[in-house]
């Protein structure tokens, strides 16, 4: 039984391989005909680097990436996959090559309509459990679709603690949503925390617990990649990036760009190609 369930599940893989592959037959991020679902393949493999991750549901059908979050390392692959509930600027280490490249689908998580999902599919199964008949037909169906959210796999806990609205954790995504939103205003820790309804030391603390850094620190780190985007794929050269995002010194921006991505923004450009991050800079 074991063998063939894993007969099972390796076809299953395959096809669903096949079929990306259909929308991404060469290395790019595709967007869907539905919005919030996005394709993408990557052919070669990148040592481990700073990615900046969207809220959304990774499923690899091919491949195998690693995030490293502080001391702790994740790996999803073809089993495994990955969930993220508010936006993370992460390391990442990918394995792929042109004869098994990373096949993949992104699904856009929309922190604030998980709860609502999660509540009208179970007043569906509450409904449907007072017919035996229906409870039949289409009870299975409705605990497979909230399995699917995500809520009884232990990779689901952030998720499943914004679908509740852990307090601590909601006033925190409400932040991270605002930074990302403001992220070239004058930001600081003191507005944050009065916005989210903590005190400056909780907000501190909490905002740690979620994202494994300060929110000094996070700012940063969030400029620097959307400095990094207009860069690669806007065109702007580093100077005029630098303002865009908030940075009112110029070597300033050159110090802490090198620090973080371990190269100088000039380099760096120079040494782009868009193939070689197909996006990356933004989820995958």
Do not use: W
Request: proline letters at 5%.
């Amino acid at each position: 039984m074991k063998k063939n369930n894993i007969s099972t599940f390796e076809e299953k893989r395959r096809k669903l391989a096949a079929l990306i592959k259909q929308f991404v037959p060469k290395e790019q991020i595709q967007p869907s005909s539905l919005k919030g679902v996005r394709f993408f393949r990557i052919d070669q493999s990148a040592p481990k680097a700073q990615k900046a991750y969207e809220p959304g549901i990774i499923i690899l059908a091919q491949g195998q990436k690693r995030i490293f979050l502080g001391n702790d390392i994740y790996t999803y692959n073809s089993g495994n996959y990955l969930v993220l509930s508010v936006p993370l600027p992460l390391e990442c280490e990918t394995k792929a090559s042109p004869k098994e490249p990373i096949l993949g689908i992104y699904i856009t998580v929309d922190p604030t309509s998980v709860g609502e999902i999660l509540t009208n599919a179970a007043i569906r199964l509450t409904e449907v459990l007072s017919s035996s008949e229906e409870t039949k037909v289409l009870g299975p169906m409705i605990v497979r679709e909230i399995i699917y959210r995500v809520l009884c796999e232990k990779e689901g806990g952030a998720l499943q603690a914004l679908a509740y609205r852990n307090r601590k954790f909601f006033q925190i995504a409400r932040a991270l949503h605002r930074i990302h939103e403001s992220f070239n205003e004058d930001l600081d820790v003191r507005s944050l925390a009065f916005d989210a309804g903590m005190s400056i030391s909780t907000f501190h603390s909490s905002f740690k617990a979620v994202t494994n850094a300060s929110p000094i620190q996070y700012i940063k780190n969030v400029r620097l990649h959307k400095a990094r985007i207009l860069m690669m794929q806007g065109g702007l050269n580093a100077y005029n990036a630098a303002a865009r995002v908030g940075y009112e010194s110029p070597s300033q921006f050159n110090r802490e760009y090198k620090r973080f991505f371990g190269i100088s923004p000039g380099k760096d450009t120079a040494n782009a190609r868009y193939e070689d991050e197909i996006g990356s800079a933004r989820i995958v």
